[in-house]
Nanobody, 123 residues
Framework: QVQLVESGGGLVQAGGSLRLSCAASGTPSPFSMYAMGWIRQAPGKEREFVASISWTTYYSNSVKGRFTISRDNAKNTVYLQMNSLKPEDTAVYYC?????????????????WGQGTQVTVSS
């Protein structure tokens, strides 16, 4: 069974940085065959796409230029480097995966989800 475990969340002041990690295990196919994404949900709001990675990377306009998604296929891990954090970035950040690199931007079809990690940015 596929498991995704996020780590790296926490409390940071505005302008600061955090790096989230998501370790995958139990994938029936090589990790490199999975599109990986980060999706966040703030209190009282719907889930919002943040970034994803397949052969290339995709970002929401709200994080472009501040966040960087990357992956290490040898470690079955995807990362989200978050710089210049703003209070509006406060949310639970979820890692998700789908075994189809073509669906990297279609997070609504992702098959596997982690439990989420809280990111809080204070002003």
């Amino acid at each position: 069974q596929v498991q995704l475990v996020e780590s790296g969340g926490g409390l940071v002041q505005a302008g600061g940085s955090l790096r989230l990690s998501c370790a995958a295990s139990g994938t029936p196919s090589p990790f490199s065959m999975y599109a990986m994404g980060w999706i966040r949900q703030a209190p009282g709001k719907e889930r919002e796409f943040v970034a994803s990675i397949s052969w290339t990377t995709y970002y929401s306009n709200s994080v472009k230029g501040r966040f960087t998604i990357s992956r290490d296929n040898a470690k079955n891990t995807v990362y989200l480097q978050m710089n210049s954090l703003k209070p509006e970035d406060t949310a639970v950040y979820y890692c998700a995966a789908v075994q189809d690199l073509r669906r990297a931007r279609d997070y609504g079809t992702y098959d596997y989800w982690g439990q989420g990690t809280q990111v809080t940015v204070s002003s």
